[in-house]
């Protein structure tokens, strides 16, 4: 698990470093006694919820291939790479962090949930510019709205319990809140500081939900760790492309 978590937090921005040096039914009469107007009021109650608007329905979670259509791809976004993600990249099972009030971060981190997502699917991507080293990682998670609701409610959460927190033998600290997107249904931001490589490295996280399925943003940048943050244009068009499919 360790390696996971090592992989997926410096493979893609190494990459980056190298290549920068590189409802009704029938109506059926009883046979109870009665007049005809009782009849017919009785028959008129029965066809009254085939007349109203039917209960309205919470999406449900999206299948593998959904999120593979309604994920970002090459040309979204003019001048940005997109790559897929390995599944070694986004291991699906979780490790307790300490404290458990940061259990969500560290769960976000393989973007990993509890409750876990029903189906998954993860990109990488590097902007236009090739002096810029930072990295978004991006994934689509699958879930029931209930779920869905309880996942975002749990960050929001450790947005205001967890400050710093010990997860797969690695340190986070100077955990906050960041400004939260105007996107989607409901949406949450915040910042962890880990210790890569030698220094002190700011990642931002940014996750939109809408309707049943969750949108992650992961930004790092080793060259310059205090440049870091999850453009806007790509949260946008993430997210316009999932609520269109």
Same mark, same amino acid.
């Not at 937090?9 to 980056?16: L, Y």
């Not at 999120?67 to 599944?87: H, I, N, P």
């Not at 969500?104 to 981190?109: G, L, N």
């Given at each position: ?25 029938? @109506?059926? @009469? ?37 999120? /593979? ?37 560290? @769960? ?5 949930t509890q409750p876990s997502a029903k189906a998954r699917v993860g990109r990488t991507m590097t902007g236009p510019d090739e002096l810029d080293?930072?990295?978004?990682s991006l994934a689509l998670l699958a879930h029931e709205q209930p779920d869905a609701e309880k996942v975002m409610g749990d960050l929001r ?27 989607g249904d409901e949406a949450v931001s915040y910042k962890v500081v880990g210790l890569i490589e030698g220094q002190k490295t700011p990642m ?28 806007? /244009? ?12």
């Amino acid at each position: 698990m360790k390696s996971s978590v090592s992989r997926a937090v410096v493979a893609a921005s190494v990459t980056v470093a190298l290549g920068l040096t590189a409802a009704c039914g029938s @109506d059926k @009469d009883s046979g109870g006694s009665g007049s005809d107007d009782k009849k017919s009021s009785g028959q008129q109650a029965k066809q009254k919820p085939a007349e109203g608007k039917p209960a309205e329905k919470k999406p449900t979670a999206l299948s593998a291939a959904d999120l /593979e259509k309604a994920v970002l791809a090459k040309g979204d976004l003019k001048g940005y790479k997109v790559e897929k993600m390995s599944a070694a990249d986004m291991p699906s099972q979780t490790v307790p962090a300490d404290p458990a009030a940061c259990q969500p971060f560290a @769960d976000m981190f393989m973007f990993a949930t509890q409750p876990s997502a029903k189906a998954r699917v993860g990109r990488t991507m590097t902007g236009p510019d090739e002096l810029d080293a930072t990295v978004i990682s991006l994934a689509l998670l699958a879930h029931e709205q209930p779920d869905a609701e309880k996942v975002m409610g749990d960050l929001r959460a450790a947005t205001k319990n967890c400050t710093a927190y010990e997860h797969a033998d690695s340190k986070y600290r100077d955990v906050a809140a960041l400004p939260t997107p105007k996107a989607g249904d409901e949406a949450v931001s915040y910042k962890v500081v880990g210790l890569i490589e030698g220094q002190k490295t700011p990642m931002s996280f940014t996750v939109v939900r809408s309707g049943s399925t969750l949108a992650a943003f992961y930004s790092i940048n080793l060259l310059k760790p205090k440049k870091f943050g999850v453009p806007a /244009e790509i949260v946008e068009a993430q997210v316009k492309k999932l609520q269109d499919a």
